[in-house]
């Protein structure tokens, strides 16, 4: 088994978006304290609690971006290739993990990382290792993938 990256894939915009996701981590971090964890952010906003405007925007930047990207270049074609049930199945199980986790991919491996925390650190080597594990069973095992 071999893996192959598809440079072709990679374009300058990649790396400006990994640098602007990095930068309003940091900007979040020490301005206002907060962690730019996605799944705490939404789920934030779903609670019966005083909701904070950043929150709002946050969520708001998220959705708007690609709308505002989308003004300069076209979005590439998206092709979902699984099925409505494995898809709903992988939604329930990343959601789960999430709560189990107590935070999501960006919480720990881009801001939990970055400030060395341990639980992050184990987070991330546990989800990393799963993510693998199941595109190996999904790919070459179940052939689903």
């Not at 939604?91 to 960006?106: P, Q, Y």
């Not at 919480?107 to 990393?128: D, E, K, Q, W, Y």
């Amino acid at each position: 088994m071999s893996i192959q990256i598809d440079w072709q894939a990679f374009t300058p915009i990649s790396l400006v978006g990994g640098l602007m996701i990095g930068v309003a981590a940091v900007v979040l971090l020490l301005g206002i304290g907060r962690i730019a964890g996605i799944s705490g952010i939404a789920s934030s906003l779903l609670k019966p609690r005083r909701v904070e405007i950043w929150q709002v925007l946050f969520i708001l930047g998220l959705v708007v971006s690609p709308l505002l990207y989308q003004l300069v270049t076209p979005l590439p074609v998206m092709q979902v290739t699984s099925s409505l049930p494995l898809l709903i199945a992988a939604g329930l199980l990343v959601g789960f993990g999430t709560r189990l986790g107590s935070g999501c991919t960006s919480g720990h491996g881009i801001c939990g990382n970055a400030r060395l925390s341990p639980r992050s650190m184990v987070a991330t080597a546990t989800f990393m290792g799963f993510g693998i594990f199941t595109v190996y069973i999904g790919r070459h095992v179940l052939g689903l993938i």
